[in-house]
Structure formats: C-alpha cells, structure tokens
C-alpha cells in the first residue's frame, strides 16, 4: 500500500473519528470546555475520564459526526483557541498529577484571518514550549493524520504512537505538491517524497509503536490500545518528574539526521 | 555532555573569518536600485534611495550588532543532508551553499553588545528561504544548551519560510528539539530575545520566533503562521493590507514593539543591560 493510499483511507469519512475513540477508550468522562481566554473551540474535545484503572485527562482532535458538526469543528483544523483550551487542560493535569492521553487527527492548524490574529502560530508555539516542561506524562496517538504544527501541538509527549493507516507529516502532501511542483495533482508523489506513513515515523523515532486497525472489531482494537497505553503510563508514572523530562528531553533532542565537519550524525 | 571552558573557548572548527569585505552588489527589491554592500552596511541595508528594509544577510547582521571584533561562531561545520532523496533537494543545497557561503541557514554563536555577552542566532533568508531542517534545528538547540549551561541570555533573530519539507517529519520534530532547548533556558532564568525580520512564517513561528521573553519586530516584517494565499483559498475572505505584519502583530497583542534599525543595537544593549549580564 503507498503512502497515498493511506492518506486517502485517514481522509476518508466513515473512519471512526475522535470522537469514537473517546469513547471507546475513556469511561467515566466528564467533558471540559473553554479556553479562559477568548472561546470554546469545539474541535478540541478534552476532559477527564479513565483509561482502565487510571484516571486521565483527554485531549482529542474531532473532525466531526455530520456536516453541521463538521462545519462547527473546521473539519477538525483548531482555532488558537482550542490549542489554548489543550494546554489549559494540560497544566490542569499537571497540577493534579494525572496523565494526560492526547488523540491526534487534523488535517493541521485552522488556516483562517482569525487564526492569525489570535496568534495562531503562538498559540501552537506555547503548547509546544510547555509540552516539553509537564511535569505529568504525555502520550499521544496519531488516529487519522497528524498535520504538521497543529498536530505537534499535541504530540510533543513522551510516546507517540500510529495507528496502523495514520499519517504525520510537516506539510500536507496537497500543500507540499503546490508549493514544490505548482501542481496540486502531484499529492501522490509528494506523499511518497514526504514519508509519512507509520513504518516511516519508527523508522525516523519519530513514534514508538504502530497500532493494528481493526474497525470491524472496533471496542476490541481500542481494549488492546488500551492496555498498551495504560502499561506504558504505569511504567512512565513510576519515573522521577525530573527523569520523566530528562527522557523527553532526549527522545527530541536526538531526532536530525545532518553532515558535521565531513561526517553524517544521526 | 561535552565537557566546555570558558566562555569562547569551546573548540570549534574554524571556517575562515566570520565577516568578509568582500564588496558587491545588493538590489532593493522595492526601488530595484544597485547598491555595493559597504553602502548598505553603513546604512544598515536601508535602501538610501527609497527607505525600503532590505533584508539583511546573517554574518552582516551579527556586524550590526555585535561590538567589534566580539562574535565568535560556533559550529560552523554543521550542514544539511538529503536523507530522504527528496525530489531537487541535493541541487538546492548547492545552489544555497554557492551563493551565499554558508553551510547552512543559520549562524550561531556568541557576541558582546554594548560590552555584554550575548548568545545569537541569525538566520539567513538567502538559503532556501532560512526554512528549518536538521542543521539549523542542531545549531539552535546546541546554541541553547550552551548559553544555559554559561547562564548567557539569547537574542534570535529570525526568518524562515518555515519547516523544511525536504527533510520530512525530521525538520517537523526540530521544532520540539527547539523548543526543548529554550524550555529549559527559560527554566534556569535566562533572557531569550526574539528579532522578528521578514519574512518569519510556518513552522519558525510556530515555535522559537514565538517562544521569546521580549518578542521584537522589524517594521513591515511578514509575519505570521499560515500563508496568505492558502487563508485567501480556504475562507475566500478579504484580507486587510497590513495582514501578518509585524504592525499588525502588535495591533493584536503579539509583539512588545516594533524596533527600527536605528534603534537595534541600542535596544539589544539595553535589554541586556535590564537583565543583568555584567559588562566585560
């Protein structure tokens, strides 16, 4: 299967969106709204719940159940203000020491003239900058495709994983193959230039693990993503904050693969 | 980590000197006049016919700013890789590396103004368009650890067309790398100052451009995350003329001032003079 197919099967609609996988990971949910700040930013659906035994914050990226939700939702592209709602809830788990489980899909940051002037490109900055100091673990799951800055803003966690079709790329292969070749039709080279399939983020360290799709068994698949998830979280909850920061720290700080003096580093 | 001494005695390969007088011509992209590059050294690449910012390449900058012979470079050897046998990749570098000298889009280091030390970075719009790969995510991180670890405060002087599309994912997590470097900077109380320069767009200001304690911009800078004609395509909406300028970053809360270039140096030696380096 090419890179292509896979972005056209995350693309497609009758794909169990956000807002399916919070449900089907998260029991005893409560939903939080608001970014204090300006909005709600439906797009971003978040609150708190529990993975199995563990209580957790949530933090999902929904595109949406029908056309008006769609709409209501940017088709799941975040405002700043939903990307400030993310971090209020994260800081918010901080303060309570439960972890939080992001769920990625969007086709990237909302590109509109109110994005912009509510600081858009702030706005994912911060989440990033404070992503990178929680002290409370983070994992992240690219359900669908994680879309450059505006899915990093959620991503910069302790492990990432990918589900089995998701992508994740700096650049939409759309907006790639019309800046590079002046050719939108092109998406299917520029997708496979690109790399962004799941294969290719482990192979980059970019994520840790793949998740097996399964729709038709679909309570069955999220049971198993569940029990990795919860594993992982017990192991990283077990960790000293400072070691906890230290080891994210590193999981960047190592990632560029580039020519020093002569000789290739990666 | 690499065990380091002194303030600029970390072992570098050296690259020549970090400022040539090599003389040149420079056009105003506005006015389209000539000018030699010593003229527009003096005039702090003001166009002297129309007024115009012409956009100022990396080592010229640091010239404007730093006190004389004060800048050493660090990590000059760094440079990027076509590790993905991305489409004309491999022939861009080339191209970047031919016309301007440098080995990448970015020049780190450290500096003195008005006699305080400084830690700096500049990027440099003339090497495909100073968007953010492996190298320059490197040589930013690096510069961060190191100004932590000498308790030296930061000035970024930024432009970027965003993240480089021709490293894939890899130049997406250099903005997390980044950033990381910064957090941590900021943890131990140290003054990072951001120099917003046009064109600073995408990924750039989606991360470091946007994570400073003192956010600075040029005058008339095009600043901003998405692209204009991609907004324009998505929501059909009219835009207004000053939309993604640095005027109209300020306007909405998102830069502390617009900084002329007459003004500079002095306001870099002042912010660090608030902030407490002594002079040396």
């Not at chain 1, 600081?119 to 992503?131: D, F, H, K, P």
């Not at chain 1, 496979?192 to 793949?210: K, R, S």
């Not at chain 2, 903005?175 to 140290?190: F, I, N, Q, T, Y």
Request: proline residues 4%; hydrophobic residues 40%; charged residues 25%.
């Amino acid at each position: 299967m090419t890179a292509y197919d896979r972005l056209k099967i995350v693309r497609s609609s009758d794909r169990p969106q956000g807002h399916d996988f919070v449900e089907a990971l998260f029991t005893d949910r409560f939903e939080l709204c608001g970014d204090r700040r300006f909005a709600e930013d439906p797009a971003i659906m978040a609150g708190i719940g529990y993975l199995g035994d563990q209580v957790v914050t949530y933090i999902a990226i929904d595109k949406g159940k029908d056309l008006n939700d769609r709409m209501k939702k940017h088709f799941g592209c975040p405002l700043p203000e939903g990307y400030r709602k993310a971090l209020r809830l994260m800081k918010q788990a901080e303060k309570f020491h439960r972890p939080v489980v992001c769920l990625v899909d969007t086709l990237g940051a909302y590109p509109g003239a109110e994005g912009e002037e509510r600081g858009q490109g702030q706005a994912i900055a911060e989440n990033i900058l404070e992503m990178m100091g929680l002290r409370t673990p983070v994992l992240s799951v690219v359900i669908g495709e994680g879309g450059s800055g505006g899915a990093l803003a959620l991503a910069s966690a302790d492990r990432v994983y990918m589900l089995e079709n998701a992508v994740y790329s700096v650049i939409t292969p759309d907006g790639c193959a019309s800046i590079l070749w002046k050719d939108a039709s092109r998406v299917q080279d520029a997708a496979a230039c690109l790399h962004i399939t799941a294969q290719d983020m482990v192979d980059f360290g970019v994520a840790e693990d793949i998740f097996r799709e399964d729709f038709d068994r679909f309570d069955k698949m999220c049971g198993e993503i569940k029990t990795r998830l919860l594993c992982d979280l017990h192991a990283l909850c077990a960790m000293s904050v400072p070691r906890l920061l230290e080891e994210r720290y590193n999981r960047f700080r190592r990632i560029g693969i580039f020519e020093e003096n002569g000789s290739i580093r990666q | 980590m690499v065990k380091r001494f002194g303030l600029f005695s970390r072992r570098r390969v050296p690259r020549g000197v970090p400022f040539s007088d090599e003389e040149y011509e420079v056009t105003c992209s506005h006015c389209k006049k000539a000018f030699l590059r010593s003229v527009l050294l003096d005039s702090q690449f003001i166009c002297p016919e129309c007024g115009a910012y012409i956009r100022i390449p990396a080592r010229d900058r640091i010239r404007l700013i730093a006190d004389k012979d004060s800048f050493t470079e660090f990590d000059a050897g760094i440079t990027s890789v076509d590790f993905l046998g991305f489409p004309g990749y491999r022939e861009k570098l080339t191209k970047a590396k031919d016309a301007t000298g440098e080995l990448s889009a970015v020049v780190t280091g450290v500096m003195r103004v008005g006699g305080r030390p400084c830690a700096v970075y500049v990027m440099d719009s003339r090497f495909i368009m100073a968007s953010m790969g492996s190298a320059v995510g490197e040589k930013i991180t690096r510069l961060f650890e190191y100004a932590t670890e000498m308790r030296l405060p930061v000035l970024g002087v930024t432009c970027s067309g965003g993240a480089r599309m021709q490293e894939g994912i890899v130049s997406l997590m250099q903005m997390a790398k980044c950033s990381g470097a910064v957090k941590r900077h900021s943890e131990a109380g140290l003054l990072y100052c951001v120099l917003l320069t046009d064109p600073t767009t995408g990924g750039m200001t989606a991360s470091v451009a946007m994570e400073g304690d003192i956010t600075l911009a040029e005058p008339g800078a095009l600043v901003g995350f998405a692209g204009r004609r991609v907004i324009e395509q998505t929501t059909g909406a009219e835009l207004p003329k000053n939309f993604q300028t640095s005027e109209f970053l300020l306007e909405h809360g998102f830069a502390d001032a617009i900084l002329p270039r007459e003004k500079m140096r002095e306001t870099i030696a002042l912010l660090l003079r608030q902030h407490g380096k002594e002079a040396v």
